[in-house]
């Protein structure tokens, strides 16, 4: 049959997709799947028969665990977000953009001095405990965190800007009206909101249920540091690692990732069922208006202590880094303040230079990952074709698998000449870590665009071909700019995090392209846990500038497609 | 500590003991892994600079990173030398064929235990291991002088460890408190009673050593167990309020060495760097000002915490020692460590 | 059952003003039509009346209490959006049923309205389909049924016939009154078909630039409007300026300058609006008033002759233009009785305006 | 400029029909209008020409190029969307600037064209407003601007006047036609406003679910309508089945069960359509062509007596309810002139159906 144009552009769009998603995400991961299959060199299904069967009362206690963190982790982020969200795109009031801005921030925070901030936040040492026992002459601390409920807590904080920018984004393409027609028809504004903007948003929350359930499963830092002694999968990886039982690693990777994948394809089911396209007659964007002036400040103050809440870790670090060496080791409060920290970072010549490397290595990723989480996600929502689920899983295996694994995957698939490194070793290179960063944060990007194209009336692209623009002008002049707040904040967010990464960074950073976290990293190793600090403050101020200029240029157009 | 090195320059290098010798041109070039740290890496840069003219570059990351790197990097290997790292680490590369052999100049001054028979890789210092308390929390007198003296209930939910599966110095520790008993008995199981009695009284398995030493200070508990030039070095350096205790019946003594990386792209320089680090001067500028109590017997002028404990070696089997620790502590990992307890901190 | 009261109704967005100084009272079970060009504000007003906009100025009340304020959800209205504003992600059926579910209505007494009135719009086999998969027609007229199931005390119908056929479009109108008479809900009417306006509602009001213009029953708006531009907004019309000259008897006497002649026109509150000292003048004429004929009338008033430039067939009417002089056509209006009545377009014809069916207006103020 | 050939096309969604064996021939230039209940495929169809839906079976060919599979971007065809698919993130002249720019024409010519347009649709003013601050028949306008600017060869305008009021559609069809007649642009156009479809088209396709009734020139379709369906659709008429009795002369002779009377119909092709033997018969005779009188009319065939049920005033005309028996109610239209001219409800009065004016017509088949 002659292929048609549809068909044509279809395969247009899938090969370039195709190629970089086998090449370097499918490729590198076969290595992990076959490993799992190999026992002492052979062939075999022992691994799998070790999991199930000898060491099943572990791992099915750590699976277990996982997927009910992973759950919980999702509810209770999306509690935060999906609120947060709410107020700050549709209540009006003094201060809204920066709080907005305030909102995304738990993900600049590094992650290991973050968690550490937690503690000594909430710990049972930690200030706020303390300070309410002092405060209330109590004989105990009233409460603090540690297992279970720290890693939720933990994983609430860190991943609730997934639920908040995917839902931010999604609200904006709502058309108005149809609450306006649900108010109309006599909702309660707590009916509509659960009948028609939730369900309405369905494909965004989708999509920040499948990242943020996939980042716990794959959870590294938080149930480490917080619970060493709870069982989850992530860590019962890392640890059948470090006892040198690789292929126990590389099967229990591979159970992960089949945890995680059985959850996108529900998720994919899920949402398949309903139509989410905005197809009103003409554009009904007139914003309704709020009277309620109590409700209003009500829900402003509510803002305002979920932001104090929200940045109490940014302080502690901050704390931390002003606290001169020794200056806060048992004491319950901080017993000096200087810069002395900052100036010993400063006296290093060379303190620039992981900042450098890693926001390079972090803006090539993002231009990467923009440009293809585009086309992917397009791909994956407006075009049929055979195989798309199949496509769906490839994108999300580099958010399924932990980042370690991830990492290790690169390598051993990059530690050798092949055709997708273009004949080199990749391995000890520079362009390791982009690539690296660039691969895993493919599935935040796909993912925010789609909740977004999701939305998308088609017949608004139909218009430009009638037009008589070429599918790229279209998708330039159209489609993107009418996306954009979900492709935005999905880039955003993988930037933050890049500039943040650890896991795969420490695999793979070579002395030429060291970046932030490591040099955090070393710092704490040292025990300089102020050093280590103020390098997370210059971390987190300067993601904060990228943030606040990425906003003032890009996203003053992305406020216009309402 | 970054910045004030410079009077504390050791006198130059006395030639004679390179055997490396300047005499051959040096590639300009050596790449150092090392999990030391920025200062005492930094430190050392300088130094090595100033005497050869050849570029270092260091790398500095955990000992466990640096052996999974190794090995990644098999096929084209990037480093040249591996400074610092537990034996039972080095072992593991010697195994797996990462490491190239090297004798160096003061092989003569190193006992046999610090050092690789195959002269794989060499000790250049050693970290005894000992019980660590809260000075603010509790006396001299009343700390436990014995492994055993931990298992006192009155200890109950005092004492932190830091999560012994991805550390070196718990897993030896852990592995020691077996291996004293398998040693005689052959089994396991009296060990994994002590262990089950242990994780009895213990609070909490804190994440990184950090969150150890931070649950410890502020008396979230008031014991641990960990290495003495760390504990020493917290003590002095940081303002932390511990004191460690030897432990009587005898402790496991670490040996962290250096080794030479096989197939290395700069070996001359790497030797010469090899060298340069375990010199006497090193040595006693590693252990007056970063802590380190060096292998080599034949360094005088000491630091008093030194020279002054009396310091009582465990003998252990390293090879059987390494063997066994695998299974040892996936069996503390699956059947003793306490996850309810951990679960129910809130 | 309520009556809907907006006083001085001002509605400003930024610096555009949609609605000025609208003075309205809605008694109880009164169809209500706005009429008015594209952009006069109708929308605006249908919105403050639901509760979604709030009104810059002015007031709300409905029954006498206030409701500027009260937000829409406690309003009891049922609205049509001009945009069908329909949920995408519900079937037809949850479209409809969505507003008896807050209403809790029982499950089976539910599915019994919904499918009634899905009957009623000629919806009931697509009943299970999602809205997306409907026709635009369709699409508004689950819109429709999804207002009308309701049952609200207030009505508002914002074009909401606008895609449908003339029949079906004829058959909803039955069905709207039906309804609106039957429970005497009282219903605000947005439209731009006049034939709609005009047949269904008890009162009009004609908007221009977000003021009313004119407010009284179809009637009166057609057959006395109070200015030109309501005289041409509604229905066709003939307008020409004139002057007025002297009166006689029960005759006004106006002189008409394009037509340079005199008109006269009957002295009845029908045939002569108020007017203010200075209003610009002009006569109004609906072309089905016009008598053409091809033969000589004599002994009457108000005669012209012209030639016909133009004849248009519309179905059951066909207009004929005939031209007067290089400044003035007029359009006539006769009935469609079959191709051999249609005048030829270049014959010369006599023009009578009977003066009981001409009305002097003022030009509207800008 | 360029014919349209649809052959034989078939749409399909899963199950549902939409549009049947389709044969379409749109000559160049040519105004064609396509008329049909909601839901009966017209804007399936029209897509198909624009290219976003491919037929199930059958081609599209412009000027006997073979399009069926060309992507809808080289098509060169304007539309305007039933729902308008403005680009929500443009302003009003960005939207209407969009396919100038595809075309790279220049900066100023540009300006000038947009200018033009948005001046032609009344919405100069609006030139700088984001869509979402448009009343939704500027919205509309914009849609159609945007369309028109191009000066497609095909134009495709799918209820594009549906949001407006007379005046403006009156202004808007002009528009049309103009720029049609101007640069010979092939136009097709769904309406929903019969009045629209006879005036402005050269020929009209009436469609019933997914399949072509007639094809034919406007008089042609209301005045020879080949069967009720069409009758019926295209303007007001008065149905009621017949049987054939017998022929006389020049005349033929049907039985009217309802009436219980003979009926006489002129033999002529006007007068009596085309049908199959075994084919249900009907009378149909449009509302204008009914005298209705209260004298007695004598001499004259086709005459009832009835009592008048209902007066409607719809602005221009007057529709008259006479009924005749219990099953049978006429409807005559007359011109509105003047309330006194109006017949009271109950008033008995003479019905007069000329013979030359019943148009004896076959049911439509299911
Ligand atoms: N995507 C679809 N899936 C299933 N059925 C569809 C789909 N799109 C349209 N239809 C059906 O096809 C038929 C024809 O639809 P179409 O939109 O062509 O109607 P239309 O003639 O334009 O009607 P209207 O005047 O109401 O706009 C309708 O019955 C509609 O329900
Ligand atoms: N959000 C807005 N911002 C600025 N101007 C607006 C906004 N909404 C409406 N307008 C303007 O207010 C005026 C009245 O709009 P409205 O929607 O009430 O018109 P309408 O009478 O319903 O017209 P239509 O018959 O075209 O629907 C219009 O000129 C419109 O451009
Ligand atoms: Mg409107
Ligand atoms: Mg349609």
Redesign the pocket.
């Given at each position: 049959m002659k292929l048609n144009a549809e068909n044509r552009k279809t395969l247009l769009l899938l090969i370039p997709v195709l190629v970089v998603l086998i090449g370097y995400v499918l490729y590198p991961s076969i290595e992990t799947l076959l490993e799992s299959f190999r026992k002492n060199g052979l062939f075999s299904l022992q691994n799998y028969q070790d999991f199930f069967g000898t060491k099943a009362a572990a791992n099915l206690e750590a699976l277990w665990h996982s997927v009910y963190i992973s759950l919980l982790s999702v509810l209770l982020s999306a509690l935060i977000g999906i609120p947060l969200a709410y107020i700050f795109n549709r209540y009006d009031f003094p201060g809204r953009q920066f709080f907005s801005n305030i909102a995304i921030m738990p993900i600049v925070l590094p992650s290991l001095v973050g968690v550490m901030a937690f503690m000594f936040l909430y710990g049972e040492a930690g200030l706020i405990p303390n300070a309410i026992k002092d405060l209330f002459n109590l004989a105990e601390i009233p409460f603090s965190i540690g297992g279970v409920s720290g890693i939720l807590l933990v994983h609430a904080y860190t991943m609730y800007p997934y639920f908040y920018m995917t839902t931010s984004s999604a609200l904006n393409n709502i058309d108005p009206s149809l609450e306006e027609a649900a108010y109309n028809l006599g909702s309660s504004k707590t009916s509509v909101f659960r009948k028609v903007t939730f369900p309405l948003l369905t494909p965004g929350l989708v999509a920040a249920s499948l990242l943020v359930f996939m980042v716990s499963m794959a959870s590294f830092s938080a149930p480490f540091l917080l619970a060493g002694g709870y069982r989850v999968l992530s860590l019962q990886i890392y640890f059948s690692k470090v006892n040198g039982n690789l292929e126990m690693a590389a099967t229990q990777s591979v159970i992960l990732s089949a945890v995680s994948i059985s959850f996108l394809l529900f998720m994919r089911w899920y949402q398949g069922r309903k139509d989410y396209r905005m197809a009103s007659k003409g554009i009904g964007a007139?914003r309704s208006e709020v009277s309620n002036s109590v409700l209003k400040w009500c829900l402003v103050s509510l803002g305002i202590v979920a932001m104090i809440i929200l940045l109490l870790p940014h302080a502690t670090l901050l704390i931390l880094s002003l606290v001169p060496e020794g200056g806060w080791t048992w004491q319950t409060y901080p017993q000096a303040f200087s810069l002395e920290n900052f100036r010993l970072l400063f006296e290093d010549p060379d303190i620039w230079d992981p900042v450098k490397n890693s926001l390079i290595m972090s803006a090539l990723a993002c231009i990467g990952v923009f440009i293809f989480g585009i086309i992917t996600s397009y791909a994956l929502v407006k075009r049929s074709f055979i195989g798309k689920n199949l496509l769906d899983i490839l994108v999300m295996i580099p958010w399924a698998l932990p980042a370690t694994v991830v990492g290790m995957n690169l390598i051993l698939a990059f530690n050798q000449a092949s055709p997708f490194s273009f004949g080199k070793v990749l391995v000890g290179t520079f362009w390791i870590l982009p690539l690296a960063y660039f691969i895993r944060f493919i599935p935040l990007v796909v993912r925010s665009t789609s909740a977004v194209l999701e939305q998308m009336d088609d017949s608004i692209e139909e218009a430009a071909q009638n037009l008589g623009a070429r599918w790229l002008y279209t998708f330039r002049r159209v489609v993107i700019p009418i996306i954009m707040p979900g492709v935005l904040s999905g880039t955003l967010l993988a930037f933050v995090q890049a500039v943040g990464e650890f896991p795969t960074s420490v695999l793979l950073y070579t002395i030429g392209n060291r970046p932030i976290s490591i040099e955090i990293m070393n710092q704490l190793r040292q025990f300089n846990i102020g050093q280590a600090a103020a390098y997370g403050m210059i971390q987190v101020s300067l993601i904060a500038i990228v943030l606040f200029v990425a906003y003032k240029f890009l996203g003053v157009k992305s406020e216009n497609t309402l | 500590m970054a910045g004030g090195s410079s009077e504390e320059t050791p006198e130059k290098a006395s030639k004679d003991e390179g055997n490396a010798g300047s005499s051959e041109k040096l590639e300009d070039k050596v790449v150092v892994y090392s999990p030391h740290g920025s200062d005492i890496l930094s430190d050392f840069e300088k130094q090595f600079e100033a005497e050869y003219d050849v570029d270092m570059q260091f790398l500095d990351m955990g000992s466990q990173e640096i052996l999974d790197r190794v090995r990644s990097e098999k096929n084209n290997p990037q480093a040249d030398v591996w400074w610092g790292a537990p034996q039972v680490n080095f072992d593991k590369a010697k195994e797996e064929g990462l490491l190239a052999k090297y004798k160096p100049s003061y092989a003569d001054a190193l006992p046999d235990m610090y050092h690789d028979e195959d002269w794989m890789w060499s000790g250049t210092s050693i970290t005894p291991e000992v019980i660590l308390y809260n000075t603010k929390e509790i006396s001299p007198e009343e700390a436990p002088q014995d492994w055993d003296d931990l298992l006192d209930p009155k200890w109950k939910d005092e004492i932190i460890i830091r999560y012994p599966l991805a550390s070196g110095t718990m897993r030896t520790i852990f592995s020691a408190m077996v291996y004293r008993t398998y040693q005689e008995t052959e089994s396991p199981e009296e060990g994994y009673e002590w262990l089950q009695k242990l994780d009895e009284n213990t609070k909490e398995y804190a994440a990184n050593p950090e969150i150890m030493y931070n649950q410890v200070a502020k008396g979230v508990g008031s014991l641990s167990v960990w290495n003495m030039p760390d504990t020493v070095m917290l003590a002095k350096e940081k303002g932390y309020p511990f004191d460690y205790v030897i432990p009587e019946s005898g402790t496991p003594v670490l040996t962290e060495g250096i080794a030479l990386v096989k197939d290395a792209p700069h070996p001359k320089a790497a030797k010469a760097f090899y060298e340069f680090v375990n010199t006497k001067e090193a040595a006693k500028l590693l252990a007056e000002k970063y802590y380190r109590i060096p292998t080599r017997e034949d360094i005088e002028d000491l630091p008093g915490w030194i020279t002054e404990t009396d310091i009582k070696p465990m003998d252990i089997d390293w090879g059987l020692f390494q063997e066994k620790s695998q299974e040892w502590m996936e069996h503390w990992d699956t059947k003793i460590k306490n996850t309810e307890k951990d679960k129910s901190q809130q | 059952m309520s009556t809907v009261n907006l006083s001085t109704i001002t509605k400003q967005?930024?610096d555009?003003t949609?609605v000025r100084n609208l003075d309205l009272l809605i008694e109880e079970g009164e169809f209500f039509t706005f009429l008015?060009p594209?952009?006069?504000?109708?929308?605006?007003?249908l919105r403050m009346i639901a509760g979604f906009y709030y009104p810059t100025r002015g007031k709300v009340k409905f029954n006498d209490k206030d409701m500027t304020t009260v937000p829409p959800e406690k309003r009891n209205t049922g609205m049509v959006f001009?945009n069908y504003a329909l949920f995408p992600h519900m079937t037809v059926f949850e479209n409809v049923a969505f507003g008896l579910k807050v209403r809790k209505v029982n499950k089976t007494d539910m599915r019994k309205r919904v499918e009634d009135v899905l009957k009623k719009v000629r919806l009931d086999s697509f009943i299970q389909r999602q809205v997306s998969q409907l026709s635009g027609g369709q699409q508004q007229r689950v819109a429709l049924a999804r207002a009308l199931v309701i049952e609200p005390d207030i009505l508002l119908l914002d074009?909401p016939l606008s895609n449908l056929d003339a029949r079906l479009r004829d058959e909803m109108r039955t069905e709207i009154l039906r309804l609106q008479r039957e429970y005497g809900i009282t219903t605000i009417y947005?439209t731009?078909d006049q034939v709609e306006a005009l047949t269904m509602s008890d009162r009009i009001a004609v908007?221009k630039d977000?003021e009313c213009q004119q407010m009284g029953t179809p009637t009166d708006i057609y057959n006395e409007p109070v200015n030109d531009f309501v005289a041409e907004f509604i229905g066709e019309t003939n307008l020409s300026p004139v002057t007025f000259k002297e009166k006689q008897e029960a005759e006004f006497i106006f002189h008409s300058e394009p037509l340079e002649s005199p008109i006269r026109v009957k002295d009845s509150k029908q045939n002569i609006a108020a007017y203010d000292e200075g209003d610009e003048l002009l006569i109004s004429i609906r072309p089905e008033a016009i008598h053409v004929s091809d033969t000589a009338l004599t002994d009457q008033h108000n005669v012209w002759t012209g030639e016909v430039s133009l004849v248009q067939f519309t179905g059951a009417s066909v207009h004929t233009f005939i031209k007067i002089n290089e400044e003035t056509t007029i359009r006539a209006t006769g009935l469609n009785q079959g191709p051999s009545t249609y005048f030829e377009e270049g014959t010369t014809v006599r023009v009578h305006m009977p003066e009981d069916q001409i009305r002097v207006i003022p030009r509207a103020r800008e």
């Open positions: 007139h | - | 967005f930024g555009v949609a008015g594209s952009g006069c504000g109708k929308t605006t007003t001009q074009e947005v731009h908007f977000g």
